[in-house]
C-alpha cells in the first residue's frame, strides 16, 4: 500500500509541477486528458506507418493533445 500511495502523491507533484513549467491552471483531469491525447496520438501515427514532420505539425500536434482539455 504504500507504494500506490508515493506513486499516486508523486504522480500529482508531477502533474503540479508541469503546470506551473507551462503557465497552466492546475487541473488533474486536464493533464490525464493531455496525457491520453498524446498516446492516442502516438497510436495513431505508429499505425498510420507514415513519419510526420515535427516543424510542420508541431502547432497542430499541440492543439490534439490539449483538445478537451478544461481551461480552469
Known sequence: MN???N????TVNLAKAYAIRNDKPFSMLSIKTMMHNAF??????ALSGIRPNK?????LVKELIEFA???A
Open 55 to 59: 516543424n510542420l505539425n508541431d502547432k
Open 69 to 71: 482539455a478544461i481551461a
Open 7 to 10: 506513486a499516486s502523491l508523486a
Open 3 to 5: 507504494f500506490n500511495f
Open 40 to 45: 492516442l496520438l502516438q497510436i495513431f501515427i
